[in-house]
């Protein structure tokens, strides 16, 4: 009878373990539907003729005339070489600035440095329209309007406080043993940056850095306000003004190629760099 009983429980235990195992892939199945399946439904949509759009069809028709019609409108191919310059120009400006600031405010100390920290993350959750009007007077008197480097200056407001943040947080948890033994050697406070601590922070430095160019190529209102002329957009604007043969058409199938379009290189890059994104992010999120 014991033995019976302990075989009964171990058989119980088991099948414990298999339906848990069970659910947890469901749910991780669950999951990967939920967030794949718009893209994967994008990409059908692209494929499929103007007929084949109200035609429920889980199946791609490969039909890529919305692909050729999209790729030979020089509109969208300036705006797709627009937006790779802004979100590229001002990935680099704000990693450029927000290392030395991280390394003033993670290391330096300093009167008020924590407050300026908590006004760095206060910025970077404000609203993008609280600061549209104040942003669009600074650019009219800097003589930037509907030009890109409007949007690159307009996107570092967006862009640098979170960078800003994180390599903060980042650099407080180096060892403060390497820039001691730096200092002691005679090396000045730059060069422990960029000889001692910059070699360090390759993780944080990709995933913001990436996160940041996403942040860029993504941005719509500042787009939308600040450049008028259809040589000077960026992507997300020229998707939003794309146009059918006629006013009463909607150019569904090219909107969703042009989705497909613009996402696909991000999709790739961040699966390139999905290690050093999350090293870099939870380094970085340990002592903020």
Not at 26 to 47: C, D, K, Q, R
Not at 86 to 114: D, E
Not at 239 to 265: D, H
């Amino acid at each position: 009878m014991a033995g019976g009983s302990r075989h009964y429980s171990n058989s119980t235990y088991r099948k414990l373990r298999i339906a848990k195992r069970a659910g947890l892939y469901a749910g991780v199945a669950l999951v990967l539907v939920y967030m794949l399946f718009p893209y994967y439904w994008a990409i059908i949509s692209s494929t499929k003729s103007r007929e084949d759009l109200y035609s429920f069809s889980l199946l791609p028709s490969l039909d890529f005339s919305n692909y050729i019609t999209l790729y030979h409108n020089p509109i969208f191919i300036g705006a797709i070489v627009n937006s790779a310059f802004v979100a590229f120009t001002s990935s680099v400006i704000s990693l450029v600035i927000s290392i030395l600031a991280a390394y003033a405010l993670g290391r330096m100390n300093f009167r008020f440095s924590r407050i300026i920290l908590i006004c760095v993350l206060m910025i970077s959750v404000f609203p993008q329209v609280v600061v549209l009007s104040g942003m669009f007077e600074v650019i009219g008197w800097l003589g930037l309007y509907n030009r890109p480097t409007a949007l690159v200056f307009s996107y570092l407001l967006l862009v640098l406080p979170f960078t800003t943040w994180v390599l903060t947080s980042f650099i407080r948890d180096l060892p403060q043993e390497l820039e001691e033994a730096a200092l002691i050697d005679g090396c000045s406070r730059l060069r422990i940056l960029t000889h001692v601590l910059l070699p360090l922070m390759g993780p944080a430095i990709a995933s913001t850095g990436l996160l940041a160019f996403i942040l860029s190529w993504n941005e719509f209102l500042f787009a939308l306000t600040f450049i008028l002329t259809d040589e000077n957009r960026t992507v997300p604007v020229a998707m939003g003004l794309l146009t059918g043969s006629s006013r009463y058409e909607y150019p569904f199938g090219q909107i969703m190629a042009a989705s497909v379009t613009v996402t696909l290189p991000l999709l790739i890059l961040v699966l390139i760099f999905q290690r050093k994104i999350v090293s870099g992010l939870t380094a970085g999120a340990v002592k903020g």
